[in-house]
Every structure is written in C-alpha cells, then in structure tokens.
C-alpha cells in the first residue's frame, strides 16, 4: 500500500482541525482529543480489514468525524427524528469540511467528490467502498466504544443496537467483529442480538 505525500499532508491537516476538540479521551495512559483517536483508529482499522484500500476511502476513513463536535447532538429535538436529522446534517458538515481541506491539500475535484460520497454513505450495500467503510465504522464502534455503550444502556436497547449494526455489515465485516477481543458479557450480549 503506496503513501503519497498529498495522503499524509491530508492527515497532518484533518487531524490538525481534530486537535481542537474541546472532548478528551484517555487510552493506554494518554490523553487525546476525542477524535483524533477516532481518526486514529479508523485509519487503523482500514489498513487491517482493507490493506488495498483506494485513496478516498483512506481519506475518507480519516476525516469519518471531522470536527463532529460543531454540531452537538444535544442542539436538535432528543428524539428518533433529532436524532436522524442530526446524522444527515452531520454528514453534509463532514463532507463540506473534508472537501475545503482536500482542495487546500491539491486533491482533484474527482477525489473530492469521491469523498463527499462515501462520508454520506451513499450507496451502502451497492457501492464496495461504501461497505468496506461502513464495516471499519462498525468494527471501530464494536471494538472501542461498545462496552462503555453497554454499561449505559438496557440490554433491550443494546440488542436493538447490535442488530442494526449487524444488518449494516457485510458478511466480511461479520467474520471481523466475531474475532474481536470481547469481554464475556459483551460476547453474550452479540450472540443474543444476531442468533
């Protein structure tokens, strides 16, 4: 897998405007900005689950949350449909702010477009850079951030999760969830939820 020097440059510059999220994370002793890690670990992911990956799903994977705390989820209705127009305006927001660094960086408008795209998730299940990216966001979430979820949560409402994560993935992306380091609970609380 070639690295160009525009790849990295775009890196350097969409975890610059990550830096400035006001939410930390503690990992493995380190403090981080929320979604530095984030970018961190979907750029981690993608390398593992798609080594071959197109460079604008490579992007794409990095700028996934690009400065996502803008707009905080607790400025729309606390309901199903705050919370989908929520999703959809963030999607745009991602996409407008991954393009003027894109363009900034020299990217061609093909690539551009190609990364407003996939960071709307147009196309899942047709579009094959559109799976692998909804996988590698699925795999990030059930790897990283699901337990601390289900500590939150009833287990009806936990399953209800797993089961639309798991209908987003593709069969590849299922066979990589299930070789994922669970605890006993969470391993339970999977096989309840696709059984």
């Not at 897998?1 to 939410?23: C, G, I, V, Y």
């Not at 990992?27 to 593992?48: D, F, H």
């Amino acid at each position: 897998m070639e690295t160009s020097d525009k790849l990295l440059q775009a890196f350097q510059k969409f975890d610059a405007a990550n830096s400035l999220d006001p939410n930390t994370t503690e990992y493995l002793g380190e403090s981080y900005p929320k979604e530095v890690l984030y970018a961190i670990r979907m750029t981690e992911r993608l390398n593992n689950f798609a080594p071959d990956a197109s460079e604008a799903l490579r992007l794409t994977a990095r700028c996934q949350h690009i400065c996502r705390w803008e707009i905080p989820r607790d400025s729309y209705k606390m309901n199903r449909t705050g919370y989908l127009k929520w999703r959809q305006d963030l999607k745009k927001f991602h996409a407008r702010k991954a393009a003027e660094i894109l363009q900034n960086v020299g990217y061609s408008q093909e690539i551009i477009d190609e990364v407003g795209f996939l960071l709307q998730k147009k196309g899942l299940k047709r579009n094959e850079d559109t799976q692998i990216l909804e996988d590698v966001i699925c795999l990030v979430f059930l790897e990283y951030y699901f337990e601390s979820f289900a500590d939150e949560h009833s287990e009806e409402k936990i399953i209800d999760i797993l089961q639309k994560t798991w209908r987003k993935m593709s069969g590849k992306g299922h066979e990589a969830a299930m070789k994922l380091p669970f605890s006993k609970k969470s391993s339970t609380l999977i096989a309840k939820a696709v059984s």
